[in-house]
Structures are given as C-alpha cells and as structure tokens.
C-alpha cells in the first residue's frame, strides 16, 4: 500500500497491520497515532527513532513472534509470511545447515534464554550460521544490544515493504 492509504486506514487497522511488522505497542502506538505521514521516508525515519527508544522489555516480548533460524512457521497470518520470505536464502534440502542451525539455536538458547535473531533478508543460511556463531561469543549486555538492532531492522524492512518504500531503511 502507498503511504497515503496507511494514512487514511482507520486506527485499529493502521496498528494491525505495524505489528505485523514488530509486535511492541509503543512503537506501534507512536506511528499508528503519528498519522498523517508525509512520505514514507518520514514514516521510516518515525520508525528508526522509536527503535532507539525500545527497551530490553519490549524486545523480550516481541521475540514471541520469530521463528529460531532455519524453522520455517506454518500458518497463513502475515508475521509467518515475513518469515517465510526473510529466510528464503536458507536452502530446506542442506541437511548438514538445518543440524547445524538447530544445534547453534540449542546453544544460543541455552546461553542468552531466548532465541537467536537476525535479519535474515538478503542472507544466505551460512552466513546466518557464521553470525550465530560470531555472536555466541558475545557477553549478555552486548547481545540484547545486537538483538535489538537486528529487531529494527527486521521491523523497518517489514514497515519499507507495507507502504512501499524505496528508500534505504538500515541507514
């Protein structure tokens, strides 16, 4: 949809339709309520100065909706089709990847207690495998940090596809 017919949604729709992109209500409320947009870069650059306001509560709670790496969701609701997407580059038939990533989830798991998460668009699955094992290294504070970064991003490349933005989301 163009920006002008994210404007125009009613309230309750405009907010459905940006958790569908990050389930955190303040980020929700701030851009579904922050309407009129001028343009979709402005609705973007809103989005990327809510993220720096988010909280280690709001990004524990919007993991929920992320399926580990390598997992592709069933379900027809639009949270599992972004993910379905997003992961394209994560070939199903690589046995020795889909072990592979179900072993570094277990350990990811077991040394953050919560899912690993990357922005997989883009990205094949073994550089999601060598982020994840880059990234087990790293100490507890400095992961929630990169959690929430990747986060935004995954939550800004969903918000640039809902209004069909073209401009560069991760700068």
């Not at 709670?61 to 992961?87: F, K, M, N, V, Y």
């Not at 073994?126 to 990234?135: K, S």
Request: net charge negative; aromatic share 4%; charged share 25%.
């Amino acid at each position: 949809m163009l920006i002008e017919e994210f404007n125009a949604l009613p309230e309750a729709e405009a907010a459905a339709a940006l958790r569908a992109c990050v389930a955190i209500e303040g980020w929700v409320s701030a851009l579904a309520g922050g309407r009129p947009h001028a343009s979709a870069e402005s609705l973007l650059a809103a989005a990327r100065a809510q993220v720096a306001r988010w909280t280690p509560a709001d990004v524990e709670g919007a993991l929920a909706d992320h399926p580990r790496i390598g997992e592709r969701p069933a379900g027809t609701g639009t949270t599992a089709a972004h993910s379905r997407r997003e992961q394209q580059g994560v070939d199903p038939a690589d046995a020795d990847l889909a072990t592979r990533l179900a072993a570094g989830n277990a350990a990811y798991e077991q040394r953050f207690g919560r899912i690993y998460l990357v922005r997989a668009k883009g990205r094949d699955g073994h550089e999601l495998l060598a982020l994840l094992d880059q990234r087990l290294g790293n100490d507890p504070a400095t992961e929630l940090e990169v959690t929430r970064q990747q986060l935004g991003e995954i939550a800004l490349l969903r918000l640039a596809d809902l209004v069909d933005a073209d401009a560069e989301v991760l700068r």
